[in-house]
């Protein structure tokens, strides 16, 4: 880690911003701090394409954050996308130029997810974490809420609705009567019905924001004098009398109004206050800390080895009631024959080493649902539970370990023949035929390199004979990498390996 520096880079839907901060202690002091107004949201067609124009300016803000993290190590940088990127279509096609302009991986994270991180950032800013808060997050394209009390979240939601879009579908040409108010309120109302019941009822003692929205109508607010600390309802109301009485966007002169918060401000008041009213808000307090330091702060958690993906990832186990004993000797005899094809990978922290582990782990979680097709099950539960810690792309990822780690291996034949999960596979499938039987004997002394575009398996004299149905398993494995090109050679003592 460069000088105990790490950096956050967040691809939200209005902004785009860097955050730079100096680990001390334990605790991130924020340095310095980049903001393009790249309106992504803004981009994005009735048919959710994102447009050239968006993209190109998303490319270009990116290119700029790259000078200023061109010596920062690939562990020290931590770079999310929200809601537009969660649902452009050609995503996948403009993250390829986007990682290109930045030089760093990009995750893709879920709505609670992000909304977990909101509040990691807000919570290590409040002058009292152990008060229980309601934290909400107005985006550009979603707004997060988030119930939580000493540092963890209770209740998580994100609700698809956010200042850019708002501003466009309900303001579009900058024009604000009562008709449009009332329409973009009511559409922010009936996007929270589902889920203020569940919030009021496990309450909260205070209210805050978060982001750029609640940052900007705190300070209309206080400076206009409409409201005397923080956003207040009937500070709200006299903002709105105001909006209306200048009848255009263009025609308002507030103080704290913002040029490049002038084209979203009308999406960002009408859903908070809808947030108000659905919530029954009389005041909210304003909090610099958002999603950006709460990446900073999970990245610390991984760097000091308290990364949230290892509870999660016990947490399923427990949920699920997966036999733990059978997946933590799978998971043992996996990442021991990986370090065999790839000592380099021997190291526990080593991030595909853990991913494999992860697999492991969670591969039997279907059963849990039916026994037939269970790593079908295993796998669409990873794919698309909430899993705190994990991006869209890291869930993608272990979704297909898991559902390669059994049956036909043409189902993931579109990995790239050299990525490196089909080394995890390998060793995943291997280590599961071995441990069929489901007995605690451990790890019989098997070894396992590469050879040519497959791999070689040596097991002891006569340990194939007495086991036919390993050996049968074994025989199949090597029909499925056949099928693929790829060879898979039984050497036992005594064995005659079929042809791969």
Known sequence: ???????????????????????????????????????????????????????????????????????????????????????????????????????????????????????????????????????????????????????????????????????????PDGRIDKRSMKEAEFAARRELQSIVAAYREAGWEEAVGSSGSAKALTEILEQNGFSRSGITRDGLERFKAELLRAGRIDALDLAGLKGDRLPVILGGFAIMSAIFKEFDIERMVFSEGALRLGVLYDLLGRYHHHDLRDATVNAFVRRYNVDLRQAQQVADTACSLLAQLEPGMADPENLDRRFLCWAALLHEIGISVAHSSYHKHSAYIVANADMPGFSRMDQGRLSRLVLSHRGKLERVSAIDPGNVDWLLIACLRLAVVIHRARDARGTPPITMRREGRGFSVNTPPGWLQKLPLTAAALNEEQRQWGALGRGLYIRSPGVRSPAA
């Open 1 to 171: 880690m460069m000088r105990n520096l790490i950096a956050a880079v967040d691809l939200g839907s209005n902004s785009f911003r860097l955050q730079v901060g100096r680990i001390v202690n334990d605790q991130i002091y924020p340095l310095d701090g980049l903001k393009e107004p790249v309106r992504l949201a803004a981009g994005l067609s009735s048919d959710k394409i994102l447009d050239l124009d968006a993209q190109q300016r998303g490319v270009v803000a990116l290119q700029r954050f790259r000078e200023r993290l061109h010596d920062f190590d690939a562990g020290a940088v931590r770079a999310v996308a929200t809601n537009t990127l969660r649902v452009a279509k050609n995503a996948p096609q403009f993250l390829i130029h986007a990682e290109a302009a930045l030089g760093f991986p990009i995750e893709v994270i879920a709505g609670r997810e992000e909304a977990r991180l909101i509040y990691v950032g807000v919570a290590h800013t409040l002058p009292d974490p152990h008060k229980q808060q309601l934290v909400v997050d107005i985006g550009g394209g979603s707004t997060e809420f988030v119930i939580g009390k000493s540092f963890e979240p209770l209740l998580l939601e994100s609700r698809y609705m956010g200042c850019v879009g708002y501003s466009l579908r309900f303001f």
